[in-house]
Nanobody, 128 residues
Framework: QVQLVESGGGLVQAGGSLRLSCAASARTFSAYAMGWFRQAPGKEREFVAAISRGGSTTYYAGSVKGRFTISRDNAKNTVDLQMNSLKPEDTAVYYC?????????????????????WGQGTQVTVSS
């Protein structure tokens, strides 16, 4: 069982920045690929960013590429999402998710169905 706890959400003006952090309870955090997803009111949950077990591979949704950066610290069991140049359409609840990856150190995963554990979410609101 892995527990994930997100933090860092809040209210920010358009063009501003926020840094989300996800703390994991996993004893072998480096065995897990990680992802960030978001869900806006009335919309389906969507992929935002993912990072491989070792951190060597990252991938972003087209809507956030160039503005968001995912990173991880396996020594601290954390994965962060730095969000810059925020837009009102980035408003959503952001979720951290983990996937035990037995096969690959460098793979990333964009489908939420692949992820085993989820945090409770943190609200990000961007005002215009």
């Amino acid at each position: 069982q892995v527990q994930l706890v997100e933090s860092g959400g809040g209210l920010v003006q358009a063009g501003g920045s926020l840094r989300l952090s996800c703390a994991a309870s996993a004893r072998t955090f480096s065995a897990y690929a990680m992802g960030w997803f978001r869900q806006a009111p009335g919309k389906e949950r969507e992929f935002v960013a993912a990072i491989s077990r070792g951190g060597s591979t990252t991938y972003y949704a087209g809507s956030v590429k160039g503005r968001f950066t995912i990173s991880r610290d396996n020594a601290k069991n954390t994965v962060d999402l730095q969000m810059n140049s925020l837009k009102p359409e980035d408003t959503a609840v952001y979720y951290c998710a983990s996937l035990r990856d037995f096969f690959s150190v460098g793979s990333i995963y964009t489908s939420d169905r692949r992820y085993d554990y989820w945090g409770q979410g943190t609200q990000v609101t961007v005002s215009s």
